[in-house]
């Protein structure tokens, strides 16, 4: 599927074709939640990085967050780069290196219908705010922490769950 998105002001225009349309993981960490405003529920989509088509590039920015080193146990930057519109501030993709292919916009900036997701996925429940409500419905997952699935996998299962009924 190919989405559209762009940031609030429209200064920056993208598409990117996305086999995981589905936006399913509502993350709560702080990253997500002040980068991103809100509650999080941030990066939940997985698009091809190769088709990844920019309009406006001169006005993005790149935003790598400083993490926990667990080798250290200090802090460290994040390898993956967060880019977000500099005229208005508002979040377009997450890209990280150590999956060159892939990209995740942020279901935010998606201007195309998504599909509802029939799961969700509640991670990082852990780190979230004391503000933030967990509407989780039955068959939803809950994570304190990042859960070992990955977006893929998660699609993957769904698309067998939905086989096997």
């Given at each position: 599927?190919?989405?559209?998105?762009?940031?609030?002001?429209?200064?920056?225009?993208?598409?990117?074709?996305?086999?995981?349309?589905?936006?399913?993981?509502?993350?709560?960490?702080?990253?997500?939640?002040?980068?991103?405003?809100?509650?999080?529920?941030?990066?939940?989509?997985?698009?091809?990085?190769?088709?990844?088509?920019?309009?406006?590039?001169?006005?993005?920015?790149?935003?790598?967050?400083?993490?926990?080193?667990?080798?250290?146990?200090?802090?460290?930057?994040?390898?993956?780069?967060?880019?977000?519109?500099?005229?208005?501030?508002?979040?377009?993709?997450?890209?990280?290196?150590?999956?060159?292919?892939?990209?995740?916009?942020?279901?935010?900036?998606?201007?195309?219908?998504?599909?509802?997701?029939?799961?969700?996925?509640?991670?990082?429940?852990?780190?979230?705010?004391?503000?933030?409500?967990?509407?989780?419905?039955?068959?939803?997952?809950?994570?304190?922490?990042?859960?070992?699935?990955?977006?893929?996998?998660?699609?993957?299962?769904l698309m067998k769950d939905?086989?096997?009924?």
């Amino acid at each position: 599927m190919q989405l559209e998105g762009s940031c609030h002001c429209g200064c920056v225009h993208f598409t990117v074709d996305c086999s995981q349309p589905y936006p399913f993981n509502q993350c709560c960490c702080s990253i997500c939640r002040k980068t991103a405003g809100g509650g999080g529920y941030a990066i939940n989509l997985g698009g091809d990085y190769a088709t990844l088509e920019v309009v406006g590039g001169e006005y993005i920015s790149v935003y790598q967050a400083i993490i926990n080193d667990p080798e250290t146990g200090g802090k460290k930057e994040s390898p993956g780069q967060r880019s977000f519109c500099k005229k208005c501030g508002s979040t377009l993709w997450q890209w990280d290196p150590r999956w060159p292919e892939l990209v995740h916009p942020f279901a935010s900036a998606i201007d195309t219908d998504l599909p509802l997701p029939p799961k969700r996925t509640h991670m990082m429940l852990g780190s979230k705010a004391s503000w933030v409500k967990v509407d989780a419905g039955s068959s939803d997952s809950m994570f304190d922490e990042y859960p070992q699935e990955s977006l893929a996998d998660w699609h993957l299962r769904l698309m067998k769950d939905d086989r096997d009924t």
